[in-house]
């Protein structure tokens, strides 16, 4: 599918709304995950067919998560030869996840996710003992690896909003990471994630090139800032704003009209 002669000469004024709203948005994901929040409805806002919206966030996207997994890596909080079977396998769950998409019941996770989200905010809110310290592993690192980690990917092919989020819980609750910590694996595993669902929207031919590497590239240089203010700051930060995010986040999906419990219940 090849985008119509109106996308294919964006207007410069649209490119740059879209790098800076990439750079916010990178800035916020490298922290706290959800991005999307802010470069889909940019993408949908600038006249961006619904289809091209979810192939081109993929691609800057990997600018995002990628950059902030090189900064986390640099500082230590990753190494990356030892998670890259992880990442391998969150990008082969997002592979089924995006081929999959239009037999997986979208509505049933459309409608739950935003109650999963405050849930999310409610457990980062309020238990006061989870910051920087690694606590005690609930699962071994072979079974994360194998069941969680490519749950979580395929989701994120399937519809993706709060993939970061659900991440993070993940490393804090079964894996005994601490938030700093978390974080870091979090983006990896996110970048592993937004690989294989890039390689399905390529194969299908949904990708507008110029917007993408545009927005990358504010991708790129937000997550840089993003992962400096994370790691100077670890939980102090890294909680506040995972919290808001996913509050953010929920608000956000419930606000739509088109959202299937608002249909369902005739709002």
Known sequence: ??????????????????????????????????????????????????????????????????????????????????????????????????????????DVLKAILPFLLVAIAVYF??????????????????????????????????????????????FVTLAGFGVLKATAHTKLLNFGSNVGAFAVFLFYGVILWKVGLVMGAGQFLGAQAGSRVAMKNGAKIIKPLLVVTSIALAIRLMADPSHPLRVWLGW
Do not use: C, W
């Open 125 to 170: 809110g309020l238990k006061p003992n989870i910051g920087d310290v690694d606590k005690h592993r609930r699962m071994s690192v072979f079974l994360f690896t194998v069941t969680i980690v490519p749950a979580i990917g395929f989701y994120d092919g399937v519809f993706g909003p709060g993939t970061g989020s659900f991440f993070m819980l993940a």
């Open 1 to 106: 599918m090849s985008p119509s002669p109106a996308l294919a000469d964006i207007a410069l004024h649209i490119l740059v709304f879209l790098f800076f709203a990439a750079f916010l948005a990178g800035f916020i994901d490298s922290i706290a995950g959800g991005g999307g929040m802010i470069t889909i409805p940019a993408m949908l806002i600038a006249g961006i067919p619904p289809l091209e919206t979810l192939g081109t966030n993929k691609l800057q996207s990997l600018f995002g998560s990628g950059s902030a997994t090189l900064a986390y890596a640099r500082a230590g909080h990753v190494r990356l030869s030892e998670q890259l079977p992880m990442a391998a396998l969150s990008a082969l769950g997002a592979v089924f996840g995006a081929l999959l998409a239009a037999i997986v019941p979208g």
